[in-house]
């Protein structure tokens, strides 16, 4: 089981990411799948999460209206789109996989910046 992320980097404040995490080892597709991000000195934070179908999604007040959670289930892969980012988006972002035994990936460094 494995999950790997992408798409990380520096960004200016109003500016545009988009993050993947593939995913192997596992129906996929079955699964609602998470993106977390860990700020410095601050708790690991629920960003996002959507279902295995796509049918629902969830957001952290934080991020509501900035970012889009989904995913092709054909390819395996969940997407994070980050529009509109703020000083505050820079963090480590992890996806996370809630099977039997929680997988993460290894997370994706983003850092908004002017």
């Known amino acids: 089981v494995q999950l790997v992320e992408s798409g990380g980097g520096l960004v200016q404040p109003g500016g545009s990411l988009r993050l993947s995490c593939a995913a192997s080892g596992f129906t996929f597709s079955s699964r609602t799948m998470r993106w977390y991000r860990r700020a410095p000195g601050k708790e690991r934070e629920l960003v996002a999460s959507i279902t295995g179908d796509g049918g629902r999604t969830d957001y952290a007040d934080s991020v509501k209206g900035r970012f889009t959670i989904s995913r092709d289930n054909a390819k395996n892969t969940v997407y994070l789109q980050m529009n509109s980012l703020k000083l505050e988006d820079t963090a480590v972002y992890y996806c996370?996989?809630?099977?039997?035994?929680?997988?993460w990936g290894q997370g994706t460094q983003v850092t908004v910046s002017s």
């Open positions: 996370y996989a809630p099977l039997i035994v929680g997988v």
